[in-house]
């Protein structure tokens, strides 16, 4: 795939993107000097850059559409799609994806880390107990610990998701070690797979607090 690295373990796909534009965008996401509206513009690009890949090969139906010359066959997507925030900083990450598949659910999981601990916390869910969709997105900036990746990818599993995409603008190795030991069936898409974590547990060299960023509440990190 032009601009992307697959790394393949079985069954599951790290997908990193390789492309010029996301490089690009990285580079002002990460600058410390950013400002929040700004950075929220470099989170959008980015999402819109991964969601692209993430849905490539999303399941189509055909359909008959007339032009203003003939009758001609097309395709629609077929099912449903749902994006899973991890609230608050996957919220960034929302609108690119509903602009990209239009029928799109979106249903909000709460989690945070405890920062003495690095554990995450589960503090917010809505989601019902039956009739899931077909697909879906859990969206989160950062893949550090991957402790509320994957808790919000097992509460997912539970409401029977057949198919579930993890999408995360960076990530750490020790993320994705974790995300492959206790979901190995769950793809990731990624801009960028950073050195590791620091003995706070933040990526390195990382962009900061992503949702402190998005929302411009600064944080004490």
């Known amino acids: 795939l032009t601009g992307v690295r ?3 373990t079985e069954p599951a796909r790290i997908i990193e993107l390789q492309h010029s534009v996301a490089q ?11 400002p929040p509206a700004e950075f929220r513009r470099h989170v959008r690009i980015l999402s819109i850059l991964l969601a692209a890949e993430a ?6 139906q055909p ?10 066959t097309c395709s629609k997507l077929s099912g449903r799609f749902a994006a899973v ?3 608050r900083a996957g919220l960034g990450m929302v609108e690119p994806l509903s602009e990209l598949i ?7 999981l709460g989690l945070y880390r405890d920062e003495h601990t690095a554990q995450p ?3 917010y869910d809505k989601l019902p107990s039956t009739n899931p969709p077909d ?12 402790g509320s990746a994957c808790m919000a990818i097992q509460t997912l599993k539970h409401w029977c998701v057949k198919k579930i995409c993890m999408l995360s603008i960076i990530s750490a190795p020790e993320g994705i070690a974790r995300l492959q030991q206790e979901f190995n069936d769950v793809p990731l898409y990624t801009c960028a797979i950073d050195r590791g974590l620091n003995d706070r547990k933040f990526i390195v060299p990382g962009l900061g607090d992503a949702g402190d960023r998005i929302f411009n509440t600064p944080g004490i990190a």
């Open 102 to 108: 239009p029928q799109l659910e979106v249903w909000h």
């Open 85 to 87: 925030p991890i609230l």
């Open 135 to 146: 697909v879906a997105f859990v969206l989160d900036p950062m893949l550090a610990t991957g």
């Open 55 to 60: 849905t490539r090969d999303l399941e189509l």
């Open 121 to 123: 916390v589960h503090y």
């Open 24 to 34: 690009h965008h990285l580079g002002h996401l990460r600058a410390a000097q950013t």
């Open 63 to 72: 359909i008959t559409v007339e032009t203003p010359n003939e009758m001609t």
């Open 6 to 8: 697959v790394m393949v």
